[in-house]
């Protein structure tokens, strides 16, 4: 019987708390998720009392698929059932011996496929161990994204390399440590970013509706995005939120959330103020809820890409994040790197 804990905070390493089990997602065919003709004819997503598709719940992403398609993997959009049975006897051999912040997200993956440019995860410090990671979810798929069909974030434009190296330039002169404000927002408590892609590691989402509203939230920092179904516009350009602003609208069975308006200094991976996220909700299965999102930003990569993550539906409870009251972790960082300044000052008389 799986079992869950409450989150413990932004420590490294402090997962989704569940007792460690490899298995397949319940009712996903294996090539892709489809289901039989006779299955979509007689399955119908269950409504909401006011008539809406009914997607509410709490929805597990603890699949193992990378959000690229490592290169091992180049040209294959999908395993074989031998291949994938064999990259599950070997992920379950990797486990024994690594520590949690090893296996987390992509990296289970590319440990079992032994890339050889996957680094340690915390080599200095250490992680916990695995008995505190969520069980992963294997399908045959070799990548999330599914557009462009070679699995890959598509290349950055040029404007987009000078922002990088403008921020860059703005850097210099000033340590990863000097302040708080030069640590990550995640490790600030301020946000993991929106969407939160990484897998197996307090990654679950809970959804509630209303009739005109619909809530998501993320169990990491426990953000929630409360998104209005009423048609009003987006505020105008100089409000800029960390996960920009969403309005939602219903197409069919399929929700529908458009996100502008992110602040600069927090969009994903590296975006500008341009970019719009366009996120697609569906029922899949009883147990499956379709998540797929595409990235838009012509100052940021050459093209529009899409992914596709398939979450699966969980009974167990999304508890606080209590970021903050467990972020020992920022004191510890700013503190050592006095430490090693203080070290390296007395070297040199």
Known sequence: MQRRIPSLGVLPGVAALVWLMIVPLDGQAPSGGARPASARTAWKAPRTVDGQPDLQGVWANNSITPLERPEALAGRSELSE?????????????????????????????????????????????????????????????????????????????????????????????????????????????TFGMPDLLAGYNSYYHIVQTPGHVAIATERIHDTRLIPLDGRPHP????????????????GDTLVVETTNFSERGVFRGASESLRVTERFSRAADDVLAYEMTFNDPKTWTKPWTVLLRLKRSEDKVYEYACHEGNHSMVGVLAGARVEESAAAKAKK
């Open 82 to 190: 031998a291949e994938l049975t064999d990259l599950q006897r070997k992920a379950a051999d990797i486990l024994s011996g690594k520590q949690a912040g090893d296996i987390i997200g992509d990296r289970l993956l590319q440990e079992a496929l032994k890339d050889p440019n996957l680094r340690p995860f915390d080599a200095v410090t250490g992680n916990y161990n695995t008995f505190w990671i969520v069980d992963r979810d294997w399908d045959n798929r070799t990548s999330l994204i599914m557009d462009p069909a070679d699995g890959k974030i598509p290349p950055m434009t040029a404007e987009a390399r000078q922002r990088a190296s403008a921020r860059a330039a703005a850097r210099k002169g000033r340590g990863p440590m000097d302040s708080h404000e030069d640590r990550p927002l995640s490790e600030r408590c301020i």
């Open 236 to 251: 105008p350009e100089s409000v800029r939120l960390w996960n920009g602003d969403s309005r939602g609208r219903w197409e």
